[in-house]
């Protein structure tokens, strides 16, 4: 479980420039839990995830991974960087390595780990980010931009983290490798049911469609954390905060106010789907 108790962060401290991106935020992430983190630019979302493995340290308050502080002085940030992998923006632009293959082992090797280990953890990556066995033996450079995204996760995945965390994992790409990377976390999400996965997106849809639960941030507040159907539920106050929700979740919203039986917290195509043929087959 990932805890944070009243955690403030503060950049540009002293300074005219000063910003205070969280504000005393207590929150719990549960294991084995995939989790979106969603608010509008400024929000405080890439500065809430990047205090989970060090990246950045509060102000204030206290961060626990798994029952590790990350926020105290005698925590081993290296061995907690390989338990917390960190997928950052277009991360296809740190690939470096000659093929495709070293560079998904760079960090099982960093780890001390032997080389068969790697080499297993290596295929056992790719073949979970869809990447043959030719693909690993070209350059990076090579690659497709999806591909190269994919090529990126899995040396993260390679190292096989406790907990994943991804921002903003479909930026730039085209729809369908939005669609890959999307599906690449729901079977991450099967294969490794313990893991945590935290993932930054602007996109409802796709928030919809992969998360089991929600943050949202709203000017440095994490003003809600629950269930994405609850949250989703929540439309009015979404909106107020500057933030849409699900397409779906307006149409049966839209359907209910017309006077058909539909529950709430419907908000992905396949749920209003079966919604609907219920409603029709009934009337």
């Known amino acids: ?12 401290r002293g300074r005219p420039d000063v910003c205070h991106a969280l504000h005393d935020v207590s929150l719990e992430i549960p294991d084995g839990s995939i989790t979106a983190v969603i ?13 989970l493995n060090g990246i950045e340290k509060p102000d204030s308050g206290r961060v626990l991974v798994n029952g590790t502080e990350v926020t105290a002085k005698d925590t081993d940030m290296r061995a907690l960087r390989f338990r917390v992998g960190m997928v ?10 000659e093929t495709v293959e070293r560079d998904i082992a760079f960090g099982p090797g960093n780890m001390g780990l032997g080389e068969s280990e790697i080499k297993e953890r290596v295929f056992r990556a790719a073949e979970l980010v869809g990447l043959s066995g030719e693909e690993l033996k070209k350059s990076p450079f090579e690659l497709s931009g999806g591909q190269k995204r994919r090529a990126a996760i899995a040396g993260v995945i390679a190292m096989e983290p406790e907990v994943l965390v991804m921002d903003e994992p479909a930026a730039g790409l085209d729809p369908k490798g939005r669609s890959a990377v999307f599906e690449l976390i729901r079977t991450l999400h099967l294969k490794r049911p313990d893991m945590i ?25 994490a003003v809600m954390n629950d269930e994405t159907g609850r949250v989703f539920s929540r439309g009015d106050e979404l909106k107020t905060i500057g933030l849409d ?3 779906m979740a307006v149409l049966c919203s839209r359907l209910r106010k017309a006077g058909f039986n539909i529950p709430e917290g419907i ?6 789907v079966e919604n609907l043929k219920r409603v029709l087959i009934n009337d």
Not at 267 to 272: G, I, R
């Open 1 to 12: 479980m990932i805890i944070l108790e009243n955690v403030s962060y503060t950049y540009n």
């Open 39 to 51: 608010g509008h630019t400024g929000s405080g979302k890439s500065t809430l995830i990047q205090l």
């Open 88 to 97: 950052m923006q277009y991360p296809e632009y740190q690939l470096f390595e």
């Open 197 to 221: 996965i935290i993932f930054v997106s602007h996109s409802m849809e796709d928030v919809a469609a992969t998360a089991e639960r929600v943050i949202v941030m709203n000017n440095g507040s």
């Open 245 to 247: 929700v699900p397409q």
């Open 267 to 272: 908000y992905t195509v396949e749920a209003a």
